[in-house]
């Protein structure tokens, strides 16, 4: 079965990295994001209740860092990306290197000509959504832009939106582990800020009813910057990853030409995915955090954990299944109405 960015159009999976683009791109880049930015915030504050907690300090660090930027926040509604930075001061949304990069799916926000550039130019990677997995090339242009720039890229890694009235958070996919040990094996280690937002799935909730296509207005918004996490936190990971990566390159010298790339037999080894899975639970403990300061409950311990999201069937479900970690097989049916088992990605 081919992957899915080989059976998008091409028009579909035009790259997104503009790590030298040309003087029309970087003017385009500023007209997009200044304008959808604008629009964002007139639409916040003009119709919402906004708070901020921490957004001086995390502009602050954006504006004088000499590493690249990872953000990572909860995934909430569909209005969060890119209502989310009608909160960051308006002198900030005309500069390309103050504004994030993000990821859209190319099978939504690069279906033709047009989207292409506007996505493009509003800094958005083409993501392949389906079974694409962590080793597509939207997250090869996410490591590449990262350490070869000091670019702030913003992630959900929970990789689609959970609504719950306790604002309880999905696991985090692997892929945002891998563009985080990557980043730092090819550049430098990057600064890592969680985020937490309440109220934007009030705006267009998943349940609303008649008018859908209609944002509600009146709604409480909060967004809190958390400070960055401790590079101490991370770099022991980063270490680990670098000394797996130098031992199989020794049993499997397959790039010779550059021995920072990662053998595949490592990529898909256990040690590869258990360093993953423990870095994906460190981050996503730092946005939880966040959660519990806003006054939420604890959540169920084995949240974190994409194993107990699976049914005795092997069916994947929105919500932590049983007490007992299933393994990352699951069962779906085809259109012949046969069982096809396919291996969760959980990236």
Same mark, same amino acid.
């Given at each position: 079965?081919?992957?899915?960015?080989?059976?998008?159009?091409?028009?579909?999976?035009?790259?997104?990295?503009?790590?030298?683009?040309?003087?029309?791109?970087?003017?385009?880049?500023?007209?997009?994001?200044?304008?959808?930015?604008?629009?964002?915030?007139?639409?916040?504050?003009?119709?919402?209740?906004?708070?901020?907690?921490?957004?001086?300090?995390?502009?602050?660090?954006?504006?004088?860092?000499?590493?690249?930027?990872?953000?990572?926040?909860?995934?909430?509604?569909?209005?969060?990306?890119?209502?989310?930075?009608?909160?960051?001061?308006?002198?900030?949304?005309?500069?390309?290197?103050?504004?994030?990069?993000?990821?859209?799916?190319?099978?939504?926000?690069?279906?033709?000509?047009?989207?292409?550039?506007?996505?493009?130019?509003?800094?958005?990677?083409?993501?392949?959504?389906?079974?694409?997995?962590?080793?597509?090339?939207?997250?090869?242009?996410?490591?590449?832009?990262?350490?070869?720039?000091?670019?702030?890229?913003?992630?959900?890694?929970?990789?689609?939106?959970?609504?719950?009235?306790?604002?309880?958070?999905?696991?985090?996919?692997?892929?945002?582990?891998?563009?985080?040990?990557?980043?730092?094996?090819?550049?430098?280690?990057?600064?890592?800020?969680?985020?937490?937002?309440?109220?934007?799935?009030?705006?267009?909730?998943?349940?609303?009813?008649?008018?859908?296509?209609?944002?509600?207005?009146?709604?409480?918004?909060?967004?809190?910057?958390?400070?960055?996490?401790?590079?101490?936190?991370?770099?022991?990971?980063?270490?680990?990853?670098?000394?797996?990566?130098?031992?199989?390159?020794?049993?499997?010298?397959?790039?010779?030409?550059?021995? =920072? +790339?990662?053998?595949?037999?490592?990529?898909?080894?256990?040690? %590869?995915? /258990?360093? *993953?899975?423990? $870095?994906?639970? @460190?981050?996503?403990?730092?946005?939880?955090?966040? =959660? +519990?300061?806003?006054?939420?409950?604890?959540?169920?311990?084995? %949240?974190? /954990?994409? *194993?107990?999201? $699976?049914?005795? @069937?092997?069916?994947?479900?929105?919500?932590?299944?049983?007490?007992?970690?299933?393994?990352?097989?699951?069962?779906?049916?085809?259109?012949?109405?046969?069982?096809?088992?396919?291996?969760?990605?959980?990236?």
């Amino acid at each position: 079965m081919k992957n899915s960015w080989e059976v998008i159009p091409a028009r579909q999976a035009q790259r997104c990295v503009q790590l030298k683009g040309s003087v029309a791109w970087k003017a385009a880049s500023v007209v997009t994001l200044g304008t959808v930015g604008m629009l964002s915030k007139a639409f916040l504050y003009g119709t919402q209740s906004v708070t901020t907690h921490g957004r001086e300090a995390f502009v602050k660090m954006l504006q004088t860092r000499k590493r690249p930027v990872i953000s990572v926040c909860n995934h909430i509604s569909v209005m969060d990306e890119p209502l989310l930075w009608g909160v960051m001061p308006a002198k900030t949304l005309f500069n390309p290197t103050h504004v994030r990069w993000s990821m859209g799916s190319a099978d939504i926000c690069f279906t033709n000509k047009v989207l292409s550039t506007f996505f493009s130019s509003g800094q958005t990677l083409a993501t392949y959504r389906h079974g694409a997995g962590m080793f597509q090339p939207a997250l090869d242009d996410a490591i590449t832009l990262l350490s070869q720039s000091n670019a702030w890229l913003h992630v959900f890694p929970e990789g689609r939106i959970r609504q719950s009235k306790d604002y309880s958070m999905r696991y985090f996919k692997w892929g945002i582990s891998r563009i985080v040990l990557e980043t730092a094996m090819l550049g430098e280690l990057p600064i890592i800020v969680p985020f937490f937002i309440e109220g934007f799935d009030q705006v267009m909730h998943e349940s609303r009813e008649w008018p859908r296509f209609l944002p509600r207005v009146g709604k409480k918004i909060t967004v809190t910057f958390g400070e960055p996490i401790d590079d101490a936190i991370i770099q022991p990971y980063v270490d680990k990853w670098q000394q797996m990566v130098a031992e199989a390159r020794q049993i499997f010298p397959d790039n010779e030409d550059d021995p =920072r +790339l990662v053998p595949f037999a490592l990529n898909h080894s256990q040690a %590869a995915k /258990d360093i *993953r899975r423990e $870095l994906a639970k @460190e981050l996503r403990d730092a946005v939880s955090k966040l =959660r +519990l300061q806003a006054g939420y409950p604890a959540e169920n311990p084995h %949240a974190h /954990d994409a *194993r107990y999201y $699976l049914s005795d @069937e092997g069916y994947e479900y929105d919500v932590v299944q049983g007490g007992v970690p299933r393994p990352a097989i699951f069962k779906k049916k085809d259109a012949g109405g046969e069982d096809v088992i396919e291996k969760d990605t959980f990236t």
